[in-house]
């Protein structure tokens, strides 16, 4: 909530905005709301919210013709392109 965004999807552990840097339209980003590095310390008892929440967003970007395949993907530590240390997962589309 500190940084103005577009927000497209929240539930009670999750938020889905557009991310600033855009790969593609409608690139989105599914971040949670309590701070974990990377998936590797949230709760393995999230991991069903988060993939309804990534199954949710893609198939609206995939109804709203932003693509019509969807790139999901998650840098987990700095060798694997992880940059910013709060878990997140990027949801992408590709026509």
């Known amino acids: 909530g500190k940084i103005k965004g ?8 999750f938020v889905g905005f ?6 593609a339209e409608g690139h989105t980003l599914i971040v949670s709301k309590k701070h974990y590095r990377n998936l590797f310390d949230m709760p393995v008892s999230l991991g069903n919210e988060l993939l309804e929440a990534v199954k949710k ?14 790139k999901v993907v998650v840098n987990n530590e700095p060798a694997a392109g992880q940059v910013v240390f709060h878990a997140h997962v990027h949801v992408i589309p590709y026509k």
Do not use: W
Request: charged residues 40%.
């Open 18 to 23: 557009l991310d600033a840097k855009p790969q």
């Open 57 to 70: 967003v893609s198939l609206k970007l995939i109804k709203d013709k932003k693509g019509s395949g969807i």
């Open 6 to 13: 577009d927000i497209v999807y929240e539930d009670d552990n």
